[in-house]
């Protein structure tokens, strides 16, 4: 089975508005990356928190992480018609830096 | 260039024969990955390596082949392929706990 999950599946709000995305995972982790993905396009990496971390910002992005409920999540604020995406968190674990995903969050930002 | 190319991009098989995916990173990073990507699925781990001629199962293992014998490529092949393998495939490769970067996937139909 996947080791993320993300919630909610479908996310639709107006631009302006800030964007929460939630991943939950299984096993114990060495970190916890969000990525995006444009419609017919491969994947591109947001942002990285490691296990030790609690919080991280990166512009517009804020990501926490709540290894004793094995939960993150992925804030977006004041959204963008560009930040239409599909979002995934993965879990980077074990030695061999296995890396797992989620199914994924759609979000549409109505201009 | 610099990155990481998969090829072909779009791919035709008929049931049953054997195709082979190929992946090659510049970077020289010591993990890759192959992901299938299905609506309702998101990605799912097919292989993972961690060096050359190191290679390990991931969640869909099943019908799918391997190898790793250079740092830089990371073949995936199908040895009889059936309907059920039509998806979008993306190589990935990541230096070590690190973020992942993406190919633009290939497209694989089998009719």
């Known amino acids: 089975s996947q080791q993320g999950e993300e919630d909610p599946q479908a996310l639709s709000i107006q631009e302006g508005e800030n964007a929460t995305m939630n991943c939950s995972y299984k096993?114990?982790?060495?970190?916890l990356q969000w990525y995006r993905q444009n419609s017919g396009r491969g994947l591109v990496h947001l942002i990285l928190i490691r296990s030790n971390e609690r919080e991280k910002h990166s512009g517009r992005l804020r990501v926490t992480l709540d290894t004793s409920k094995k939960s993150s999540s992925l804030l977006i604020t004041a959204s963008r018609a560009a930040d239409t995406a599909s979002y995934f968190c993965?879990?980077?674990?074990?030695?061999?830096?296995?890396?797992?995903f989620g199914k994924g969050i759609t979000l549409s930002v109505r201009p | 260039d610099a990155g990481i190319t998969q090829s072909p991009r779009y791919k035709i098989t008929e049931t049953g024969r054997q195709v082979t995916l190929m992946c090659h990173q510049t970077?020289?990073?010591?993990?890759m990955f192959w992901y299938r990507q299905d609506l309702g699925h998101g990605l799912r781990l097919i292989y993972y390596?961690?060096?050359?001629?190191?290679?390990d199962k991931g969640e869909v293992p099943d019908g799918y082949v391997v190898s790793r014998s250079k740092t830089e490529n990371f073949p995936l092949t199908l040895e009889s392929a059936t309907r059920s393998q039509t998806s979008v495939y993306f190589c990935?490769?990541?230096?070590?706990?690190?973020?992942?970067?993406f190919g633009q996937g290939t497209r694989l139909t089998v009719v």
């Open positions: 096993t114990s982790i060495n970190n």
């Open positions: 970077w020289s990073h010591s993990y």
């Open positions: 990935a490769s990541k230096a070590g706990h690190t973020e992942a970067f």
């Open positions: 993965a879990t980077d674990s074990g030695a061999n830096s296995k890396l797992t």
């Open positions: 390596s961690a060096a050359a001629d190191i290679t």
